[in-house]
């Protein structure tokens, strides 16, 4: 199990973002791929069509058509992706700078996955409970610290930042996750140790 600090202590590192752990960041990343592979698609389509003879073939025809057809299927899908995602990630940057701390448990998740090299970001919902009563359901897109994988499931508590105009928009505070199991072991150390004290004493 886990649980959710909303009061970091005052040192501690400030909040960081990557962009390959969040679903926004992943999405520009592949919008800033394809972008410029549809301005090379359409350098191609221009070069082919100047290289044509001056009575093309049927083939010619063809090859200019098909390079032609790669440019906005690429260029639709990569530009929506570079925008929205830049701009997502940069609200959820905001909100995990600037938001209100909470906490919220976690209904449903999807997507985990403990190899290393096929790790991305999961998809996770949340009912987040709001500073000033009640909840708001949220789905955040997010890669969850492979320490913590074999804890995270539905019905366990997290730390989240929400933007309170938006309480749909939240992030998950990963740095204050705590393991319960590594809480209540220092709770049992310390009480032996005033127990031995009190013995000794």
């Keep these: 199990m886990l649980d959710g600090m909303t009061n970091p202590h005052p040192y501690a590192a400030p909040p960081r973002l990557p962009a390959l752990q969040t679903g926004a960041g992943i999405a520009r ?4 791929i394809l ?3 549809a301005l090379v698609m ?7 069509w100047v290289s044509l003879p001056a009575a093309p073939s049927a083939d010619d025809w063809i090859t200019l058509a098909v390079t032609a057809a790669f440019v906005p299927i690429l260029a639709g899908i990569g530009l929506p992706l570079l925008v929205v995602g830049a701009r997502r990630l940069a609200r959820l940057r905001r909100v995990l700078r ?3 701390p909470t906490t919220a448990v ?3 998740i999807t997507g985990l996955n403990a190899d290393p090299d096929e ?3 999961s998809r996770i919902d949340l009912a987040v409970a709001l500073p000033g009563g009640g909840t708001a359901q949220a ?3 997010q890669e969850v610290p492979l320490p913590l994988l ?5 019905g366990v508590r997290v730390p989240v930042r929400v933007d309170l105009s938006d309480p749909t928009l939240a992030v998950i505070d990963w740095r204050f996750v705590e393991r319960r199991e590594r809480i209540a072991g220092a709770v049992a150390g310390s009480a032996l140790v005033d127990l031995a004290a009190g013995l000794l004493g």
């Design 150 to 154: 074999r804890f995270v499931g539905p």
């Design 106 to 108: 976690i209904t449903a």
């Design 139 to 141: 789905r955040v897109r």
């Design 98 to 100: 600037e938001g209100t």
């Design 42 to 48: 359409a350098a191609a389509t221009a070069l082919v």
């Design 119 to 121: 790790r991305s970001a």
């Design 29 to 32: 990343l592949t919008g800033a």
């Design 35 to 37: 972008t410029p592979i």
